[in-house]
């Protein structure tokens, strides 16, 4: 059914990060012939894994959610029938979160953490119950209330306790970098529901696993992945995408273009001041990205008895005043306050990660080895005594490693900062004012996270199938 | 702005967010059923309503949208009372 009259593909998606790929792979299903493109050697995003020493490290996403039934991943996968291809396993409990008086569990049974959470604040029950409840059965439209509040004003709504309200924070600070008064409540909201209740998901040996099917079933379906090869330009003529302008000068002609790309590269280099309304660039250029993140690898010999279960991300959280936690976060101190740690699905190594500003290479190549250190040692004085004798290789990615491997803007490590200010921009719609260009992942600033790209990627396949009239629900 | 304006209009908008054709959007269709609008999207449009109007949608008047007529009532309403 493909109509690429005179053109070498119907659709051109400009990086094959998991929104980038669901996206082909939803369009490629449709009849489509599609050509995904990708600088780095490898498809995945931040959703890679690399080996080194005999080591296996997932670069930076570690687990997934939403895959229960009527999930986004779940349904994503199922309708790409990758759901029996690929072993997704549940690692429970997905998430534990350590703070000087608590240690709270959130498990698979959502009604086992609701009786662990009232037990630790028993003047709080019935407030958590509702949030839960609320959380977990309101209808779409409800969540239109959150567009302007923050997270903040909507726990203020249920809970009196400041330390419930850190603890329930604190993986939204990690994996949205923004404390709850600044993080928009939809966002905090999604990332509590999608990551923690409905959390702990694990794709094959490795998470690298997640993107190689993607990639492979997208082959079988006809599409063309063009791996280390960048994209220099889009090419648009009478406001309408023409195509792509590949690194070595070649053209490729397409009636789509979807960019899945950093939205500064989509606009400021790959479109351009010729192409794009100076308001709009104005509005992106003054828009504020996420922070980043400082990731460690640990390969280790034999794992401490200290250690936490394999697969369960465990939240370091020294006090309960998230907002100055962020802060010196923001201002890299040298010192790491609060961290996500976790024991490998395969027993063999750590991950954990800080979140961290962006700096340039000369900054990272002076302090990286020492922050390895700094980092070993938190984590050795407050969840795993006797880590570092167990260490046996140490390697860690910076900020400045994740804009080398992704080209994001500052090595951002969740697309735009999520403020309810910048939730939404009307510039970064799926749908833009240039004729068959549309944008997806999450520079979008929709939705962020592995099930909120993929999410996005499928969408915006839906709005070309949409056009062409050729979509089926 | 005559109401006959504002209707097209709101669907037009509608019509944006969800992908699905002017065409396909009466003021029966139900927006989570019919047209796939959810929670991403129902705050995209609330945004845009009150963006394109410079009206404000009180949260009270949000549980009570489920179809495309109540939204366009809604958007009427709130124009009207300036």
Redesign the interface.
């Known amino acids: 059914m493909s109509n690429t009259a005179n053109k070498d593909y119907d659709v051109i998606i400009i990086g094959a990060g998991i929104g980038g790929l669901v996206c082909g792979c939803y369009l490629a299903k449709a009849g489509m012939k599609v050509l995904i493109v990708e600088q780095h050697h490898k498809p995945g995003g931040y959703c890679t894994s690399f080996k080194r020493n005999g080591f296996t490290f997932d670069a930076a996403a570690h687990s997934f959610g939403s895959y229960r039934e009527g999930g986004n991943m779940r349904r994503v996968l199922d309708a790409l029938d990758l759901d029996k291809r690929i072993e997704i396993k549940r690692y429970d409990p997905s998430d534990i979160i350590i703070s000087p008086d608590y240690k709270i569990t959130f498990w698979a049974d959502t009604d086992r953490t609701v009786e662990e959470l009232q037990q630790a604040f028993p003047e709080e029950s019935e407030s958590i119950r509702n949030f839960i409840r609320h959380l977990t059965t309101a209808k779409p439209i409800d969540f239109a209330v959150l567009r302007r509040k923050t997270f903040k004003d909507f726990l203020d709504r249920y809970f009196q306790n400041d330390r419930l309200k850190a603890i329930i924070s604190i993986p939204i600070l990690g994996n949205g970098a923004l404390p709850p008064s600044l993080i928009s409540a939809f966002t905090g909201s999604k990332i509590f529901t999608e990551f923690l209740l409905d959390g702990g998901y694990y794709a094959g040996e490795c998470m690298q696993a997640l993107p190689d099917a993607l990639a492979e079933r997208f082959k079988e379906l006809g599409g063309t992945l063009k791996t280390s090869c960048l994209v220099k330009k889009i090419k648009v003529r009478d406001n309408e995408v023409e195509g792509v302008v590949l690194e070595k000068g070649n053209n490729v002609s397409a009636k789509y273009v979807v960019s899945n790309a950093d939205a500064r590269q989509t606009f400021f280099e790959l479109l351009g001041s010729n192409v794009v309304e100076k308001d709009i660039l104005h509005k992106i250029d003054g828009m504020v990205p996420s922070l980043s993140i400082f990731t460690l690898y640990l390969g280790i010999d034999r794992p401490p008895a200290t250690l936490p279960k394999a697969g369960t991300n465990v939240w370091f959280l020294p006090n309960y005043n998230l907002e100055d936690l962020y802060l010196s976060a923001k201002n890299m101190t040298d010192d790491i306050e609060y961290f996500m740690m976790r024991f490998s699905p395969d027993k063999k190594t750590i991950l954990a990660f800080a979140n961290a500003p962006f700096r340039d290479r000369k900054f990272w190549y002076d302090k990286k080895l020492k922050f390895i250190d700094t980092f070993i040692r938190k984590i050795e004085t407050t969840l795993v005594p006797g880590l570092s004798t167990r260490v046996v290789y140490k390697d860690a990615a910076t900020p400045y490693t994740l804009y080398r491997y992704t080209l994001n803007y500052k090595g951002a490590a969740y697309g735009w900062a999520t403020f309810p200010s910048q939730l939404f921009t009307p510039e970064l719609k799926m749908t833009t004012p240039i004729k068959g260009l549309f944008l997806t992942g999450h520079w979008t600033t929709h939705t962020q996270g592995i099930p909120g790209v993929a999410y996005l990627g499928c969408d915006a396949a839906k709005l070309i199938l949409k056009k062409e009239r050729t979509y089926k629900k | 702005m005559t109401n006959g304006n504002i209707e097209s209009e709101v669907i037009s908008i509608i019509s944006?967010i969800s992908?699905?054709?002017p065409g396909e959007i009466t003021p029966e269709t139900s927006?989570?059923d019919d047209l796939?609008?959810?929670?991403?999207?129902?705050?995209?449009?609330?945004?845009?309503l009150e963006?394109r109007y410079k009206i404000s949608?009180r949260?009270s008047d949000?549980?009570e949208?489920?179809t495309v007529g109540q939204i366009i009532d809604l958007t009427k309403r709130l124009i009207s009372h300036g």
């Open positions: 944006d992908g699905f054709d927006l989570p796939e609008i959810d929670s991403i999207k129902a705050i995209e449009l609330t945004v845009a963006k949608i949260d949000i549980p949208i489920n």
